[in-house]
């Protein structure tokens, strides 16, 4: 039968400090001994964990005590099987020496036995669990966890990262292959319709007959039209052409005066160079009978001028490029006229814009400038023997020289700029009366644009006169 006297208790106390990593971990260890007749008694001793020691721990130093206070606290009880028949006593062992090895260090495990009775610690210096070291790091099994140093990422972290590059793969698929299938159906429906309409115009061709291939003139010929010198406004062609008038106007008005030239030889030769069949008599018959010299002069100068920017030229002192004058002479010489010819003067407007155009620019044209300003000193020097008794002293020879080069060669610049309009202009004459001569000539608009002779010539400039 069971006795019931009651047996003594050991209560097993340790505190396991956190040292720093890579440091040698240490425990204290407390043993109570609980006697039901006797005194308190307390041990304590230091435990140590060497991880490079076969031998897992030992008690490096113990004491003992009685009496212990009631507020330390317990961490686990239990009835061992068999009590110790004396007072326990804890020896401290010293671990064997070894030699370091490169082993894990193995399972520390540390256990109380005591009576059946359990308490709960509320120190909190003291915690009451079994705690096992395999490693340097450690790790507590229950209680407050201690602190571990690892370098891997949380779960939690590497699960959103897998799912997130998963969900970017699969929406880039999706839109790779929603762009494609967009695609391949774009380029099949253009298939269709291609494929339609070529059967559809194959289907037209074969059943016309077959025509032999000809060439559209027409529309080839208006195909050009955009390239080609385009006309111009009637304002614009009015002021370009009244400048040039007003120029010899001036030029005349400013370096010539109304003397009658006596005592001295006219130069007959050079004054026939300037005759006009627009005058009732030649220049050498008409100046020396007149005080009017001025109308006479401005007569001579503008008709001169004016023959040697227009076509057919009247003149061998053309200032026109040679291109641009001899169709025209030929024409005339051979007797082609618009009442000859059909279509003569659409053709005539078409021969122009094309020359215009064909032509190398004259204003870049060496060759043309050459020539152009050869005509040009002799014509001014022919002019300025011609009418030497009626210059005017105020003037000095250069400057008025260097005015009729520069009306000269602007005249030339306007004589070509109208020579590539598509419409037909003429600079008209007319002999008035032996009292009245005309010193500038009408502008006279023929043709339109398109070379269509136009049923009343429109006058866009008129004729000057002035009394002798």
Not at 90 to 106: G, K, L, Q, R, Y
Request: aromatic share 6%; net charge neutral.
């Amino acid at each position: 039968m069971a006795s019931n006297t009651p047996l003594p208790s050991f209560t097993t106390l340790y505190n396991l400090p956190l040292g720093a990593v890579g440091a040698t971990p240490t425990a204290t260890l407390t043993l109570l001994y609980s006697s039901p007749n006797g005194p308190t008694s307390t041990y304590t001793g230091g435990l140590v964990i060497n991880p490079d020691s076969p031998h897992s721990s030992g008690l490096t130093s113990s004491s003992a005590s009685s009496d212990v206070d009631s507020n330390s606290s317990t961490s686990t009880t239990s009835t061992p099987p068999v009590a110790p028949a004396s007072t326990p006593s804890v020896t401290p062992v010293v671990p064997s020496p070894a030699a370091p090895s490169n082993t894990p260090p193995p399972v520390l495990s540390t256990t109380s036995s005591t009576s059946p009775s359990t308490s709960q610690s509320s120190s909190p210096s003291t915690r009451s669990s079994t705690f096992t070291s395999s490693n340097p790091t450690e790790q507590a099994t229950s209680g407050t966890p201690v602190p571990i140093h690892n370098n891997r990422l949380p779960n939690g972290t590497v699960a959103g990262i897998v799912v997130g590059v998963a969900l970017g793969i699969a929406l880039i698929t999706f839109l790779a292959t929603y762009l494609a299938l967009r695609r391949r159906g774009r380029s099949r429906g253009q298939n269709i319709d291609g494929g339609t309409a070529g059967a559809a115009r194959h289907q037209n061709l074969s059943s016309e007959p077959k025509r032999p291939l000809v060439t559209q003139t027409s529309s080839g010929s208006n195909s050009i039209d955009g390239f080609l010198p385009q006309s111009a406004d009637d304002k614009t062609v009015q002021n370009e052409v009244k400048t040039v008038l007003d120029q010899i106007e001036l030029h005349v008005e400013n370096f010539y005066l109304n003397t009658q030239a006596s005592g001295s030889r006219l130069a007959d030769a050079e004054l026939a160079m300037f005759d006009s069949p627009d005058l009732p008599s030649s220049l050498a018959s008409l100046l020396p009978q007149t005080n009017n010299s001025i109308p006479l002069i401005k007569h001579a100068l503008a008709h001169f001028i004016t023959a040697c920017i227009t076509t057919p030229s009247e003149t061998d002192w053309s200032l026109l490029p040679k291109d641009f004058v001899l169709l025209p002479n030929a024409v005339r010489a051979g007797g082609s006229t618009r009442s000859t010819k059909q279509g003569f003067t659409q053709s005539m407007s078409r021969w122009r814009a094309l020359t215009a155009y064909l032509r190398p620019n004259a204003l870049e044209d060496t060759a043309y400038i050459a020539q152009r300003d050869r005509q040009i000193n002799i014509i001014v020097q022919n002019f300025s023997i011609a009418f030497a008794p009626w210059q005017n002293p105020r003037y000095k020879d250069e400057e008025r020289v260097r005015s009729l080069v520069a009306i000269l060669k602007d005249a030339a610049d306007k004589g070509i700029w109208l020579f590539s309009q598509p419409s037909e202009f003429q600079l008209q004459w007319r002999n008035l009366s032996p009292n009245r001569i005309a010193v500038a000539p009408a502008l006279v608009k023929v043709t339109d644009e398109r070379g269509q002779i136009l049923g009343q010539p429109q006058v866009m400039i008129n004729m000057t006169a002035e009394k002798l």
